[in-house]
């Protein structure tokens, strides 16, 4: 359990690292800004784009944090003692 708990402390951390500096509002907002940009219903905002590139990045980043996340719990709810023992929660994070 104790090290179900660090996985999912790793993720926590390392998911708020990559959450700092934007909102799920922000992102929303440039989404819908880029799409209507790009049905010619806004002004062409390089800016804009290119924040939400970078948020959607940190985004796509965030999935791969929980994906590895769960694996890993999931391998250690199945796990041997001795693989248990072994485990490192620090090593093999995206």
Do not use: C
Not at 50 to 71: L, Q
């Amino acid at each position: 359990l104790a090290k179900i708990g660090r996985v999912t402390q790793i993720a926590y951390e390392r998911k708020a690292a990559l959450q700092a500096g934007w909102t799920l509002d922000r992102f929303a907002f440039l989404q819908n800004l880029v799409v209507r940009i790009d049905r010619g219903e806004a002004p062409d905002d390089q800016e804009a784009k290119a924040e939400f590139e970078a948020i959607g990045e940190r985004s796509r980043a965030m999935s791969r944090v929980d994906a590895h996340a769960g694996a890993q719990v999931a391998y250690l709810e199945t796990a041997s003692r001795e693989e248990v023992e072994s485990y490192d929660p620090e090593a093999g994070w995206p």
